[in-house]
């Protein structure tokens, strides 16, 4: 079952939630928290309902990776963002998709309340599955606000890694796919 935000509901919440904090709901810089809040919701969740049509191209060759996709998402532990890029690799049997898909896969799985680990085996499952390579390698790397605003209060980001196929058994294919991911690592482009 594909969830749907309830934006009735959520404005009722967000309504209750303002209240419980002490604030008043009704006065002018809140009015309309409790809409925005719900189309929020609905806009950085929608990739519950996302269904891809990939599409194929019978080209050679030896290596793909994209990188530097960035993302924003969820946690759903403490419903507090976080955010990052996915560095994306695969080695084509035969055929390559075509490289929107591969963000678009990317952005499905973010757009989902997740934890990191779970987004990242998800992200690699669906490439393997859209490109018919078992030789996969996803790298996600993220700052996480509920370790950055609350509990430790520290920004250090997370990596991990989704390794299929010959990612797995082949440490010179990795390195070469780290040293081509290099320019566009997080801590390049976030300065903590």
Not at 42 to 49: K, R, V
Not at 82 to 106: D, N, T, W
Not at 151 to 179: C, H, M, N, Q, S
Request: charge should be negative; hydrophobic fraction near 45%.
């Amino acid at each position: 079952m594909v969830p749907r935000v309830d934006k009735e509901k959520v404005e009722k919440a967000v309504r209750m939630l303002l209240e419980a904090i002490g604030e008043d709901p009704d006065r002018e810089g809140l009015r309309e928290t409790p809409r925005r809040v719900a189309e929020m919701l609905e806009e950085i969740l929608g990739g519950y309902d996302t269904v891809e049509d990939y599409a194929w191209f019978t080209e050679e060759s030896d290596l793909v990776v994209v990188a530097g996709i960035r993302f924003y998402s969820l946690c759903e532990h403490h419903l507090l963002p976080f955010f990052g890029v996915a560095h994306v690799a695969y080695l084509p049997k035969g055929k390559v998709i075509g490289l929107s898909k591969i963000v678009r896969i990317v952005q499905k799985y973010a757009r989902r309340l997740q934890i990191q680990e779970r987004m990242t085996q998800q992200i690699a499952d669906e490439v393997m599955h859209a490109t018919g390579s078992e030789d996969v390698m996803v790298v996600t790397e993220a700052i996480h606000l509920c370790m950055a605003m609350r509990g430790v209060k520290t920004p250090a980001p997370t990596i991990v890694a989704a390794l299929r196929g010959e990612f797995r058994r082949d440490t010179w294919l990795k390195k070469e796919v780290y040293d081509m991911i290099a320019p566009f690592r997080l801590s390049r482009l976030v300065s903590l």
